[in-house]
């Protein structure tokens, strides 16, 4: 098959699953079959591993700007994917569990992951249950993946929250859109922060991250280096100087729990 024909195979497929993305997104059969075929940050994040590492460098940086010293903190990677963020701040010296529900990321997150910490279990947001076991919880693409509406949200910040010692925080990355930019979960960020605050959050801070324009053109097709990069600064640049945070497709949430 010629190489033409199986990128525009796997348009084809990218789009028949994001028009089928509230059925799809929130099994983990889904998640079970893109780690098998799927290689590097692609696992988890998208198909342009060019495009990831820009990406993955601007979770960290957020990481490092909101969490700041977390060395002997325990955190909490919810929807850990393979765990790499959960080992960054292992490395950073923290003691770091992730879960996630889908078999095959976690295998690749233990395979990835050369020591006890971080640790990994299979595992749902809606059956986390742990009760004031951690310092700080975050997630990445996840809660606007697995909730379906304002009501499942609620829930999984409840359980979150439960799993949270008092003061304890909740870094989140996630898209949050009521437009046609949305995952599974339909709310704009008005919307998704009152329930965060309904459900015992204090807002600290709020983030823009990655042009959204930018990453509709790049995100879904391999594009070289040389294609990718010059685009990606092109984006950043200018949602930067102009201030226009409506061009941010993820938001970084630093609440604190109440």
Known sequence: MEPEFKMIKKLQSMIHDRRNRVSLYCRSEYWDKKAEMMYGHAVSMWPNNALNEYYHQEHLQ??????GDVKGLH???VGCGTGRMSRYLAEKGALVHGFDFS???VEIAKAL???SNPSYEVLSLFDLH???AYDIALSWGVVTVACTNAEQLAEGLQRIHHALKPN???MLMEPIHASFLHRVLKLNTREFIEVMEREGFQLIDIKHLHCWPIRLLLAYLPWPRWFTVPLYWIGE????LTGRHCLGDYKA???IRK
């Open 168 to 170: 304890g925080r909740l």
């Open 103 to 105: 078999i095959k990321t």
């Open 130 to 132: 742990e009760n004031q």
């Open 62 to 67: 957020a990481l490092h700007d909101g969490l």
């Open 253 to 255: 949430i630093l609440a």
């Open 237 to 240: 640049i200018f949602m930067r």
């Open 113 to 115: 992951s050369k020591s």
């Open 75 to 77: 955190i909490l990677d």
